[in-house]
């Protein structure tokens, strides 16, 4: 989390509402200068272990500190603006109880505004090879609902040198000699970020960047060149929309309709763990 006061008590809910119960939850600081760090301390759930040293790192470095703390058999992951659904553990651990040969799991992913609007869902497609049939373009398998073997995070770190597309890049590695799955139903709550200019030509600057690697390593140069061009010309499809204020048309678009029973276990779910009552 970073200044995340507004966001992380949902978040904490959620984690402590889980149907699940042997967990334990790590919350890294990464430097906030808000009172995010003191709304953690009021939590007083003791499988709940802060970690705090005033500086910011980085996601990349946060996530590699988590893997390194965590004690349990698997290791889930969630951003502190999101939400998990009750159940989302229970899930997660049955299927990788039930199916060893999986490294990483993921499941789809509801889009919600910050007011808890349902905008759209994200789905993760369900077989391995679903998943990675793009890896030049995208992995279907939602960053924020990833939950997998402790061994397998721990030999596929997080590269510190990419302050965005952390996500892409480790799947773009990990592929070729890893399982991924993904369960089609919600389990993760995701607030949509409305992204300035700057940052969203970060984020494809990075994802080109992993793109030549991989085509590098695979001996596919002009392939690796051919989608790095592509994410610049997304990079300008992004620099329009939130420049004329249309950015939450084009994430609608982006996003799948959900069906009304899905939005209704939205509802619920936020009606649960809202900041309000959090």
Known sequence: MRNSAATIGAA???????TFREWELLVFDDGSSDDSVECVRRCRDPRIRLFSDAAHRGLAARLNQAIDAARGRYYARMDADDVAYP????????????????????????VFAGDGEPVGMQPAFASHDEICARPYSRFFLPHPTWMGRIEWFRKWRYDESYRRAQDQNLLQRAYSSSRFAGLPEPLVGYRE?????????????????????????????????????????RALVDTLAISTGMARTILRHRALPFAPRDAARWTEVWAACRPEQS
């Open 87 to 110: 159940e989302r553990i229970e899930r997660q651990f049955a299927y990788l109880e039930a199916h060893p040969e999986i490294d990483l799991l993921g499941a789809n992913m509801m």
């Open 12 to 18: 904490l809910r959620s984690v402590v509402l889980q």
């Open 193 to 233: 970020e409305f992204q300035s200019v700057a940052k969203s030509w970060q984020s494809r600057g990075y994802s080109s960047r992993s793109i030549l690697a991989l085509a590098r390593r695979e001996g596919k140069h002009l392939r690796g060149v051919y989608e790095a061009g592509l994410q610049g010309a």
